[in-house]
């Protein structure tokens, strides 16, 4: 298997910017995954990286480095909706996906 | 509305008694999967199936089997259910293997007492 860590916790103030790292070791690697998941529900789909470099999507944006096996997550301009807990994900030579415990983030007024 | 449904939302089990949890998608996507998340571990998958007819083994595959007969559905068997069951049992497809995106099911909350 792989060995993806996160943080488990973070909080951060409504409007702020909050980055959220994730370290992996893998055999193979066909892509970073990051995934959102509210309280009770399905994880949801947020983006994808395969080559080193920034991914931009509105208030989302994900980097990766291949080369140190690190990603992050960079969620700006807080919304209270924003909480919920971020998964990190990665794909192996296998095309099998691995997650992250997760980081739960709490935005508040 | 397309997309994955899964049955039962919840369930209650003895130990020992045989479960099968279902799962259809209506998206024709070829890949399906099985993870189970359980808190502080995330999701690991349980098994695939990259196309019908086809399944692999995840990470955590004992004690539990699954088929995929056609392209719709995967349904998950816990032969005789045990307490380290207990979780919430999630259902993803993805159109490949190679797909940038998988789309998850709305899950199954199982206890097995």
């Known amino acids: 298997g792989q060995n993806i860590d996160q943080p488990t916790e973070m909080t951060a103030t409504e409007g702020a910017i909050v980055q959220i790292n994730c370290t992996y070791q893998?055999?193979?690697?066909?892509?970073l995954f990051w995934y959102q998941q509210h309280a009770g529900e399905a994880p949801t789909f947020l983006s994808y990286n395969v080559l080193d470099g920034l991914e931009e999507k509105g208030r989302f944006s994900s980097f990766l480095s291949r080369s140190k096996g690190y990603s992050y997550l960079l969620l700006k301009e807080l919304q209270m909706k924003d909480s919920a807990s971020y998964l990190c994900?990665?794909?192996?030579?296998?095309?099998?996906?691995?997650f992250g415990a997760g980081t739960t983030v709490t935005v508040r007024a | 509305i397309a997309g994955i449904t899964q049955a039962p939302t919840s369930q209650i089990l003895a130990a020992g008694r045989r479960m099968t949890l279902r799962c259809t998608q209506d998206?024709?996507?070829?890949?399906m999967y099985w993870y189970r998340q359980d808190l502080g571990l995330g999701l690991r998958l349980i098994h695939y199936?990259?196309?019908?007819?086809?399944?692999g083994k995840g990470e955590v595959p004992d004690g539990y089997s699954v088929s995929r007969a056609n392209t719709d559905d995967f349904p998950l068997t816990l032969a005789s259910a045990v307490p380290s069951q207990t979780s919430v049992y999630f259902c993803?497809?993805?159109?490949?293997?190679?797909?940038?995106?998988?789309?998850f099911g709305p899950g199954t909350r199982l206890t097995v007492l």
């Open positions: 994900a990665v794909r192996d030579g296998d095309y099998k996906l691995s």
């Open positions: 893998t055999s193979g690697f066909n892509g």
């Open positions: 199936s990259n196309t019908a007819g086809t399944t």
């Open positions: 998206m024709r996507h070829n890949a």
């Open positions: 993803a497809s993805s159109d490949t293997p190679e797909a940038r995106e998988q789309f």
